[in-house]
Every structure is written in C-alpha cells, then in structure tokens.
C-alpha cells in the first residue's frame, strides 16, 4: 500500500479557501486517491476520491497533477464547522484501507 | 438504505476484565467489515477486517480478537484488557474492494482503568 504524507495541522480563517496537499509517491497505476473527513468523537466520512486531473462535487474539488505523486484537496470558503481532521487514502483494489495520521484543520472566526 | 450500529456508545472497564464490542449493519448484503482503533489525538489503526463469515484478518497482533458470526455481525474481543486498549474504537462497512467509500459506525469510547 501506497504510504501518505499530508501536513499535520492547519489554521485558516472563515470564508478563505483551503488547500491541503497530501504526497503519495509509491502511488500503483491501479490506486485511487480518496480524502475523508472526521470530527470530533465520529467516524470518517467520505470527502471525495480522484484518479487524475480535476474532481468536483458539492463538498470539495481534489486535484491531482499528471505523474500522480500528490493530491491537493480544496475547501472553498471554509466555515467553523469544518474545522476536522482530514485524511489522505491511496485505495487499491485491495480489501485494507490504511488511514494516516491526518492533517488537523483549524478554522477561526 | 444502510445503517450501520455499534454498542456500547462508551465503556469503562477495569484492566485485567473481559470486552466484547459488537457492530451490526442493516440493508446490505456480504459487505467487507472493519474494526479501528483511535487513540487519543492520534491516526485510525487498522484492527482487524472480514470479507465472510468466518473470515478474519488480522492486522496488529495484540490482546484483541475479532469474529463474524453472521453476514453482518462484527464483534471485537478480549479477554483480559490493558490501559494500552483505551481508546475510540470504530467499525465500517464497504461493498466489494478497496475503491468504494468506507462507511463508518458511531463508534464506542473505550477507557481502561
């Protein structure tokens, strides 16, 4: 499994937009890029997920440069409540799913 | 729609004393099911994980044991616990392989005294 390496903590402020760039360098040609999001006392939830280039949904955008090595996932306009821990997944085709430390995000009034 | 339960919601036990944490999921059939663990400020940790009845995985050798008695029926074990064994523990369900999104149960706080 590919390993993950994203910034352990990071502050921004309301309204701003947020990028958190995670770096898998061992990513297989089969492997997905995935990102959760977990508060306080819950479990993850799924974010979004990319193979290549640019993903957008209603949440978030994750984009994903051509070799593949790293992602940035994309909070636009962050409020309060999405202060969390984010978290960085390379999923194979595989049944293990291994979660990283996390990156703590931080967001002020 | 899937719903996935744990129970209890919080613990508290004494070292040396048995645990049993269980996890069901409704409305889906022969998914893949997951226990983590989550210390204090700190990453998931893969515990153990099933892709049948039966059929277990184990990832951190430890004082823990998982089985799965039923398609959708996860339950996590110990016979005598340590303070090391505090913490979050969580269980998740995903359908087929590792592409799909995870989904998470409410979890059970777990403290050892």
């Known amino acids: 499994l590919a390993k993950t390496t994203q910034p352990i903590s990071m502050d921004s402020y309301e309204g701003q937009e947020v990028n958190i760039t995670c770096s898998h360098n061992?990513?297989?040609?089969?492997?997905?890029i995935t990102w959760y999001q977990q508060f306080p006392s819950q479990g993850p939830r799924f974010i979004i997920q990319g193979y290549k280039t640019k993903v957008t949904n209603e949440v978030a955008s994750l984009f994903i440069p051509a070799d593949r090595k790293s992602s940035t996932l994309s909070l636009p306009r962050v409020s309060l409540s999405d202060t969390a821990v984010y978290y960085c997944?390379?999923?194979?085709?595989?049944?293990?799913?291994?979660f990283g430390a996390g990156t703590r995000l931080f967001v002020k009034a | 729609s899937q719903t996935i339960h744990q129970w209890p919601a919080t613990l508290v036990q004494p070292v040396g004393s048995p645990l049993s944490l269980e996890c069901t999921v409704e409305g889906t059939s022969n998914p893949n099911l997951y226990w983590y663990r989550q210390a204090a400020g700190r990453g998931l940790q893969l515990l153990f994980y099933?892709?049948?009845?039966?059929?277990i995985s184990s990832e951190v050798p430890q004082n823990l044991s998982a089985s799965r008695p039923q398609d959708r029926q996860f339950i996590l074990s110990s016979k005598k616990l340590l303070l090391s064994d505090s913490g979050f523990y969580l269980c998740?369900?995903?359908?087929?392989?590792?592409?799909?999104?995870?989904?998470f149960g409410p979890g059970t706080r777990l403290t050892v005294l």
């Open positions: 099933s892709v049948g009845i039966g059929q």
């Open positions: 998740a369900w995903r359908m087929d392989r590792g592409y799909n999104e995870q989904f």
């Open positions: 061992n990513i297989a040609t089969n492997d997905y």
């Open positions: 997944l390379v999923a194979t085709g595989g049944f293990k799913t291994i």
